[in-house]
């Protein structure tokens, strides 16, 4: 991969810090993900890991206060986990929250097709044989993908007054997919590192031979009406969204 990392003259957190990387599905995550553990080596706790470390999410926020050595050395946690998560609540470090987003209906296109081209997906055999418009009616866990999902795994809220206690309670480093390269370079700098070369984009979506793409499908427009409604406030988020944006308490300053 085209892609090199060195050491950074400017580091925008402290070595203490624990970098948070809220993983929202077919936004670049896969990317950022490689790209932190090049950096930062075993200071990065995947998510998916500790859950079978302690037997899922719901016993969580037990085993984290049973084993709190899971912290220590820690620079970074990244995956599928979201803002009111115990990996961050139960932080005895400060955190900094970080997310990249996309526009909310190509994000929950590009989701439909991966899982119907991945068969090891837990939606896949639900969603396969399932129209986008049917599958968000018959499939719940394909569903909670589908409404304002992005504003609830950043922020776990999708008013604008639970946005803005959010942004009060943490600091967060925000980017739009379209500007990954951006958003990778600001991320890996507040861990001391510079980034060099092109950013590899990884597990981006492989064809489904068999399957009627999204578009073409003749509930498709009856689909995209019900996103439109599903996704109103993370669309009018979005639509005031910088490329790059860094959040500190009680103030935005974009980078």
Known sequence: MNVALSPYNQIYT?????LCFLHIPKTGGTTINYL???????RVLFHESLLHAC???AAMDGFLRGHPQFYEGVRAIVGHY?????LVRQAPRAVLLAGVMRPSLPRIIALYEYIRCRPDHPEHAALRDL??????????AFAAHCSNAQLRTLFGAIDPPGVAAALRRYPYLLGQMAHLEAFAARLLAACGVRLVGQVPRLNERREAPGFMPASTQPDFPAAMARLQVLNA???AFMARLPPLVAFRPREAVPI
């Open 55 to 57: 037997g899922g999410d």
């Open 36 to 42: 932190l553990k090049s950096a930062l080596g075993s």
């Open 131 to 140: 129209s986008l418009y049917q599958a968000l009616a018959r499939v719940p």
């Open 233 to 235: 406030a993370e669309i």
């Open 14 to 18: 402290d070595q203490k810090t624990i």
């Open 82 to 86: 979201g803002v009111d998560h115990a």
